[in-house]
């Protein structure tokens, strides 16, 4: 199993960055594909990222491509965010998750959750 702890959200203005880090524990972390989500109220988790389990694989969002890079360090058994030129439309909690395969970009297909950091871009 996996546990992940998300952290680094934040209240920032429109044009700003912000690094989101999930710290995970278990000893198979590395083994894991990692992806952030987000969700604003009222709707679904929407796929922001993934990150294959060696790293050498990233896939985005439109919404957030040339914005956005995911990455991770699996000694520091963690993965990151790194959020620039950020938007209103960026406001909402961000969770990263894992799974055991290969890429997804279904909410579904994800087997651990961690509980969420805020993110609220003002204009």
């Known amino acids: 199993q996996v546990q992940l702890v998300e952290s680094g959200g934040g209240l920032v203005q429109a044009g700003d960055s912000l690094r989101l880090s999930c710290a995970a524990s278990?000893?198979?972390?590395?083994?894991?594909?990692m992806g952030w989500f987000r969700q604003t109220p009222g709707k679904e988790h929407e796929f922001v990222a993934f990150i294959s389990w060696t790293g050498g694989s990233t896939s985005y969002a439109d919404s957030v491509k040339g914005r956005f890079t995911i990455s991770r360090d699996n000694a520091k058994k963690t993965v990151y965010l790194q959020m620039n030129s950020l938007k209103p439309e960026d406001t909402a909690v961000y969770y990263c998750a894992a799974r055991p395969d290969g890429y997804s970009n279904s909410y579904y297909r994800y087997a651990y959750w961690g509980q969420g950091t805020q993110v609220t871009v003002s204009s």
């Open positions: 278990g000893r198979t972390f590395s083994s894991y594909a």
